[in-house]
């Protein structure tokens, strides 16, 4: 849930370089957005504030928040010392939500988008960080009823936090493309593989990939710049798909759809993680990395929102097109002595059809979309850290 911002920019951005400069590498926290349903109907139903009351008297309500719509949930691993941890937690925290709804007559979803439902009926959530939201974006913030998954990975340094950014932005079409759970939007198969991302990174302000920045001034006086112009009166209003949070010193990946999978989510998780600490372990060691321009990502970033996992991607350094699983299997190996040294390797999996890929198959052997959705009810998972 996001908080409103009660500190002048000054004292904030100067606050934040010191939390970074006191953090710790390779933190790990997971947020992942569930969709409360009506269990028959499977109907989006606005019963946040029923369920984070009734987490307050469980060990979850910590690990609870709101997330713009009544219709909606996020929960949190909260902060881990490593990439295991967290892992472990997610299908923990998962667990723990499915017992508190299933009494109170609820079911959740995970995908990136609900199938069928109307943003018209949807309520948002009465918050002063909300209000305001909904004072400056009005239409835009009331038609972003989507589910994602993010990842908090700890950095040590805000010069290298920047540096992680600048780094890390190249693969969110990878990210993207490997997540991609939302064909279906307000009861059509869109013809994407991640409606979410088009609907949130084309509609809202200071949204999709960020720019480069080069170190912590450099970004630094772009959001004073906002701040002193009036565009901004919070610093979580930079909704980019990657940012620097300055309450947690991490680096946020934000790109990736909400998972219905929990080993799937575990393996988005693990991935993000080695990819940030591959990219840092680069910067440190002096090894050149190639900071693409927005415009060739954003090529890419359109791939994967159209085809996900089955579509091709952009070699940027070449200028070929190769297959999605193929450009993430490069990506894989590249993280992968950071991956085995956190003991997630195994974890990292590709499948051979994405989330959306698999959807869009059942919808051809006939299918209903509510009949799809139904067979992605979360669950108790079985699956824990591999």
């Known amino acids: 849930m996001g908080d409103a911002q009660t500190v002048p920019y000054d004292q904030l951005l100067r606050e934040a370089r010191e939390r970074f400069d006191l953090g710790t590498d390779l933190t790990v926290s997971v947020e992942e957005e569930f969709a409360l349903l009506d269990p028959e109907t499977l109907d989006l139903v606005n019963r946040f ?11 979850l309500g910590v690990n609870m928040a709101g997330e713009l ?12 010392p490593s990439a295991l941890d967290a892992l472990a937690a997610l299908p923990e925290r998962r667990a723990e939500l499915v017992a508190l709804v299933e009494p109170m007559g609820l079911a959740l979803g995970s995908t990136g988008a609900h199938p069928w439902a109307s943003w018209k009926d949807q309520r948002i959530i009465d918050t002063p960080h909300y209000r305001r939201n909904v004072e400056i974006l009005q239409w ?5 009823n989507t589910f994602g998954l993010h990842v908090h990975v700890g950095v040590e340094g805000a010069d290298r936090a920047i540096a992680a950014l ?46 480069t920045f080069g170190d912590w001034q450099g970004y630094e006086d772009y959001v004073r710049f906002l701040y002193e112009t009036g565009s901004i009166d919070e610093h979580t209003q930079l909704w980019w798909s990657l940012r620097p949070h300055l309450a947690f010193p991490t680096v946020e990946i934000r ?31 002096g090894e050149p990395l190639v900071v693409q321009p927005h415009r060739l990502l954003e090529e890419n970033l359109w791939r994967a929102i159209r085809r996900g996992l089955e579509g091709g991607l952009i ?6 097109v190769l297959p999605a699983r193929a450009r993430l299997e490069r990506l894989v190996e590249w993280v992968r002595p950071v991956a085995e040294e956190l003991g997630i390797a195994d974890t990292i999996r590709i499948p051979e059809r994405g989330p959306a890929e698999r959807q869009r198959a059942r919808l051809a052997d006939g299918a209903s979309l509510a009949e799809i959705y139904g067979e992605l009810i979360v669950a108790e998972p079985q699956g824990a850290a591999r």
């Open 49 to 59: 504030e029923e369920v984070y009351a009734a987490a307050q008297a469980t060990e």
């Open 69 to 80: 719509i009544a219709s909606e949930v996020e929960v949190k691993t909260g902060k881990q």
């Open 140 to 144: 835009v913030v009331r038609k972003n």
């Open 166 to 211: 600048d780094g890390v932005r190249n693969y969110l079409p990878e990210l993207l493309a490997l997540s991609s759970s939302s064909p279906f939007a307000e009861g059509v198969d869109t013809g994407l593989a991640s409606a979410r991302t088009q609907i949130f990174t084309r509609f809202f302000p200071r949204c999709g990939i960020p720019d």
């Open 255 to 285: 790109i990736c759809d909400a998972q219905p999978d929990a080993q799937e989510a575990q393996s988005l998780v693990a991935l993000a993680v080695a990819l940030v600490g591959r990219v840092l372990r680069a910067h440190d060691e």
């Open 315 to 320: 070699d940027l350094d070449r200028g070929d």
